[in-house]
């Protein structure tokens, strides 16, 4: 079965550069979530999209944007990167009538050094 | 704002043994879903198993199940015939039901250990 994509899944980055990470839902679901997980701790949610409209903001940096598709992919775009941006990114989608259920990617692994 | 909480921060658990993991939530809602979820060192998250607030029965899957106290906010794991690959960290995490695209709200995590 086909299963949430996330790209790239490590990426390493300098303080103050910019970053975008990408999310490919599983198809027919057309809702995103993204989810940072911090060393040693739970999953936290930023942001999420349905049918390309943001449906819900959590501690999103102002300095983190993201979006939805037409396509219903994600970007999650991040600027001014900060050492404690280093974290797991995790993309979750969701089906068009199952919604209580979120099917998560593998990761993005991003360094900030 | 909802809050889930695990006490146990590590489990132990023997192999072909019966171990249980604790969760609280707090919430002025009456409709939601709680879920755990299991992380494997590869740090992939899988879902374990679902409970929706408004079913009284404990949902099960195969050596998983729940003991859901809803007066008490409490939702437990119960892993019977513990295996090597059931270690992991797990999850609990809490989902509102008051809207389509409501997002997960996680526990601290329980890193479980089986031994052989």
């Known amino acids: 079965a086909a299963g949430v994509i996330q790209s790239p899944r490590h990426l390493i980055k300098e303080k103050r550069e910019t970053a975008t990470l990408k999310c490919y839902p599983i198809?027919?679901?057309?809702?995103v979530y993204w989810y940072q997980q911090g060393p040693g701790q739970d999953p936290q949610f930023l942001i999420s999209?349905?049918?390309?409209?943001?449906?819900d903001k959590g501690s999103i940096p102002d300095r983190f944007s993201a979006q939805q598709f037409s396509d219903y992919h994600s970007e999650l775009n991040m600027s001014s990167l900060e050492l404690g941006d280093s974290a797991l990114y995790f993309c979750a989608s969701s089906p068009r009538y199952v919604k209580y259920e979120q099917y998560f990617g593998p990761g993005t692994r991003l360094t900030v050094t | 704002a909802q809050t889930v909480t695990q006490s146990q921060p590590e489990m132990s658990v023997q192999e072909a043994e019966t171990v249980t993991l604790s969760c609280t939530y707090d919430?002025?809602?009456?409709?939601?879903?709680l879920f755990w979820y299991k992380q494997p060192p590869s740090r992939q998250m899988i879902l374990v198993i679902r409970q929706e607030a408004y079913k009284q029965q404990n949902a099960t899957e195969n050596r998983f199940s729940v003991n859901f106290q809803k007066a008490a906010k409490s939702f437990s794991l119960k892993i019977s015939d513990s295996q090597l690959g059931d270690a992991a960290m797990y999850f609990c995490?809490?989902?509102?039901?008051?809207?389509?695209?409501?997002?997960?709200?996680f526990g601290q995590g329980t890193i479980l250990t089986v031994h052989p």
């Open positions: 919430t002025s809602e009456s409709d939601y879903y």
């Open positions: 198809p027919r679901h057309d809702t």
């Open positions: 999209f349905y049918e390309k409209m943001q449906s």
């Open positions: 995490a809490y989902r509102s039901a008051r809207t389509s695209y409501g997002k997960l709200t």
